[in-house]
């Protein structure tokens, strides 16, 4: 389901990409860099966190952390992380796939300006063992997403 509505999104908005589905799990960062054979860094991890007034998912390179005091500064609230009984409410898809496509309601979504780093990235793609593929400028552009700095490494 989670990853038709992905497919879906692509498909009513003409986008140029795909869902990859994979024959191991990549429900974590280490376990999609070692199915893709890339860093663990290049896995775009999506953050769904639960504030006050609303969720918001946060997009950010594998290997890096939310900065709670960085985090505080900007949203003016603690960083809490969407508790896994809540997220396929909140996004319509599991741990481990979840991702910034395909969502069941409108969410903001913020990218971590650790991505810059690359070219291209691998968030997941609604499911345990899916990703996409695609490039940094593009998933700015797909998302609507907001450049923000609030991770470490």
């Known amino acids: 389901m989670t ?9 009513n908005e003409g986008l140029n990409l795909e869902v990859i589905e994979m024959d191991t799990s990549t429900a974590t960062v280490e376990l999609a860099a070692n199915a893709l054979g890339v860093e663990p860094a290049r896995i775009a991890k999506t953050m769904a966190l639960r504030q006050k007034d609303r969720d918001i998912l946060i997009v950010a390179k594998g290997d890096v952390r939310i900065d709670n005091r960085k985090y505080k500064e900007y949203f003016h609230e603690k960083a809490k992380f969407i508790n896994a009984e809540d997220l396929d409410d909140a996004t319509g898809h599991p741990v481990g796939g979840v991702c910034p496509f395909g969502l069941v309601k409108p969410i903001d979504i913020y990218l971590d300006e650790s991505l810059k780093v690359f070219d291209y990235v691998f968030p997941a793609g609604g499911g345990p063992n899916t990703c ?12 609507k997403g907001k450049w923000i700095d609030v991770c470490k490494e």
Do not use: G
């Open 3 to 11: 990853i038709e509505s992905v497919r879906r999104q692509f498909e």
């Open 132 to 143: 996409v593929r695609i490039d940094v400028k593009y998933l700015a552009e797909v998302t």
